[in-house]
């Protein structure tokens, strides 16, 4: 995790725009961060030059010290996190289950193609770190490659469903690596994807504080309408695209540097922990009652911590 409070313009050499190919951009820097483009014509936040596929970069250090949306890892191993949520997300792709083939392309320890299996898909996944690719394979029996997912040769038309979560961001061409989802996704297939919105959350918005990697791990930085051209442009049709507005980054706004250093220190110390995880503060309903309100107002005002966008292929 990163945070400042600042952001500087510059003046940089205008790069071709990764969504629309267009070459003006502006350059902003944030300190302690790094320094993006700005695409005049869509929009789009970017690091031009970026290899950012690069397997060093998500080492099992990673994978054991990152915050992690399906998974943690405990003194006992690795275990899933966040199942019930996952249940969910399943039972929207239901309507697509035909074949039963998924696809989960950068799915780190496969916790989410594991509970795919066990609720009827026959699942794959593809992802470039070697430890989580084996894993996958070995201790969940899960089918992963490792590499590319052009590397991986599927054939045409093969899937009911291509998912990625909190992937694009990491890939400096996303366009290619939309164009290849499409491609292995059966006619009429959903496509699926959860990226963070870095640049329109409410942290960075209200106090110019960027949460999350910063580069050379997360070069590509969208928002909504970003988005939507990009998933338009690869011959997608979009079903939905929303926002969440995460409730605790909505906390965090009322923390200093420090205390925002320490919790999240706290926050890794816990997921470490073998126990399950701690009790909700809130009841679950409470909870999804303020889910609801928040993320209709982020909504509303075009804000939020990460987009969920589906589509389906013409």
Same mark, same amino acid.
């Given at each position: 995790?990163?945070?400042? #409070?600042?952001?500087?313009?510059?003046?940089?050499?205008?790069?071709?725009?990764?969504?629309?190919?267009?070459?003006?951009?502006?350059?902003?820097?944030?300190?302690?961060?790094?320094?993006?483009?700005?695409?005049?014509?869509?929009?789009?936040?970017? /690091?031009?030059?970026?290899?950012?596929?690069?397997?060093?970069?998500?080492?099992?250090?990673? +994978?054991?010290?990152?915050?992690?949306?399906?998974?943690?890892?405990?003194?006992?191993?690795?275990?899933?996190? #966040?199942?019930?949520?996952?249940?969910?997300?399943?039972?929207?792709?239901?309507?697509?289950?035909? &074949?039963?083939?998924?696809?989960? *392309?950068?799915?780190?320890?496969?916790?989410?193609?594991?509970?795919?299996?066990?609720?009827?898909?026959?699942?794959?996944? *593809?992802?470039?770190?070697?430890?989580?690719?084996?894993?996958?394979?070995?201790?969940?029996?899960? %089918? *992963?490659?490792?590499?590319?997912?052009?590397? @991986?040769?599927?054939?045409?038309?093969?899937?009911?469903?291509?998912?990625?979560?909190?992937?694009?961001?990491?890939?400096?061409?996303?366009?290619?690596?939309?164009?290849?989802?499409?491609?292995?996704? %059966?006619?009429?297939? $959903?496509?699926?994807?959860?990226?963070?919105?870095?640049? /329109?959350?409410?942290?960075?918005?209200?106090?110019?504080?960027?949460?999350?990697?910063?580069?050379?791990?997360? !070069?590509?930085?969208?928002?909504?309408?970003?988005?939507? %051209? $990009?998933?338009?442009? /690869?011959?997608?049709? /979009?079903?939905?695209?929303?926002?969440?507005?995460?409730? &605790?980054?909505?906390?965090?706004?009322?923390?200093?540097?420090? @205390?925002?250093?320490?919790?999240?220190?706290?926050?890794?110390?816990?997921?470490?922990?073998?126990?399950?995880?701690?009790?909700? %503060?809130?009841?679950?309903?409470?909870?999804?009652?303020?889910?609801? +309100? !928040?993320?209709?107002?982020?909504?509303?005002?075009?804000?939020?911590?990460?987009?969920?966008?589906? @589509? *389906?292929?013409?």
């Amino acid at each position: 995790m990163s945070s400042s #409070n600042m952001s500087n313009k510059l003046d940089l050499t205008p790069a071709a725009c990764p969504v629309c190919s267009t070459s003006v951009s502006a350059g902003f820097s944030v300190e302690g961060v790094g320094t993006f483009h700005q695409c005049g014509k869509c929009g789009f936040i970017f /690091v031009p030059e970026t290899k950012s596929e690069d397997a060093n970069l998500y080492d099992e250090k990673f +994978g054991s010290t990152n915050i992690h949306p399906t998974y943690r890892k405990t003194a006992n191993g690795y275990m899933i996190k #966040n199942e019930e949520k996952l249940k969910a997300l399943l039972k929207r792709f239901q309507p697509w289950h035909k &074949t039963g083939r998924i696809l989960d *392309v950068g799915c780190s320890a496969a916790f989410f193609m594991h509970l795919a299996q066990k609720n009827g898909w026959q699942a794959d996944g *593809v992802e470039i770190a070697p430890w989580a690719a084996e894993f996958s394979n070995k201790e969940l029996g899960v %089918r *992963v490659f490792c590499g590319m997912l052009e590397q @991986a040769a599927f054939p045409d038309n093969t899937f009911d469903v291509a998912f990625s979560s909190h992937v694009l961001e990491h890939i400096a061409d996303p366009k290619t690596l939309l164009l290849e989802m499409k491609r292995v996704l %059966r006619p009429g297939g $959903l496509h699926v994807s959860v990226v963070p919105t870095q640049f /329109v959350s409410p942290s960075w918005r209200l106090q110019k504080r960027f949460i999350g990697d910063p580069p050379p791990k997360h !070069v590509s930085f969208f928002d909504k309408s970003s988005f939507t %051209r $990009l998933v338009e442009d /690869v011959g997608l049709e /979009v079903v939905s695209i929303e926002y969440n507005v995460e409730l &605790t980054r909505l906390y965090e706004l009322t923390l200093d540097r420090e @205390a925002m250093k320490k919790r999240w220190q706290d926050k890794l110390a816990v997921a470490q922990q073998a126990s399950p995880a701690r009790p909700q %503060r809130l009841p679950g309903w409470a909870k999804a009652f303020a889910k609801s +309100g !928040v993320n209709f107002v982020g909504n509303a005002l075009g804000a939020g911590d990460e987009l969920l966008c589906l @589509a *389906v292929k013409k």
